[in-house]
């Protein structure tokens, strides 16, 4: 277990202001959290070599890439031993249409988020990619009607 800095307030304001635009110029961050914009990078270098800030990315429009269609899929696999169940989380995590991809305590024992042009596409996806794998024993599907947060 990773042993992490005790955040103060300045830090817990930094780390808003970032998750709300990773893209924020180090001068209007310290402005936000009244701080100059020295201490401000040293206290964010901190947080990123501390693994407390693990990196900042782009959030691109799905329609744009021509996947708008968004399905979370429950995942059941019959087999318990360890080499087929890091197979099998190997083999989906390489999935290019799969976008989060969690392994969950009880049923069921996966729930993988992903993103795909349109039926046609996700019907491939789960017949050729998914139901493929040995482990597989049950799947449901669950498409996204609307999305409301994140």
């Keep these: 277990m ?14 808003f202001h970032l998750a709300e635009d990773g893209r924020m110029s180090n001068v209007e961050l310290a402005r936000r959290v009244g701080l100059t914009p020295p201490p401000c990078l ?6 990123e070599d501390a693994g407390v800030i693990t990196g900042y990315r782009a ?6 890439l021509g996947r708008s269609l968004e399905v979370v899929l429950s995942v059941e696999i019959a087999v318990n031993n360890l080499q087929t169940v890091e197979e099998f989380e190997a ?22 988020r ?24 049950r799947v449901d599907s669950h498409l996204t009607m609307k999305r409301i947060k994140g």
């Design 91 to 112: 083999r989906v995590a390489a999935l290019d249409a799969v976008l989060e991809f969690r392994r969950m305590f009880g049923r069921p024992d996966y729930y993988i």
């Design 114 to 137: 992903v993103a795909v042009a349109d039926q046609v596409a996700y019907e491939r996806f789960l017949s050729q990619e998914i139901m493929l794998l040995p482990a597989v024993s």
């Design 42 to 47: 040293r206290r964010v270098k901190r947080l």
């Design 59 to 64: 959030e691109v429009n799905p329609e744009a």
């Design 2 to 15: 990773r042993n992490y800095p005790e955040l103060d307030q300045v830090d817990r304001e930094i780390l």
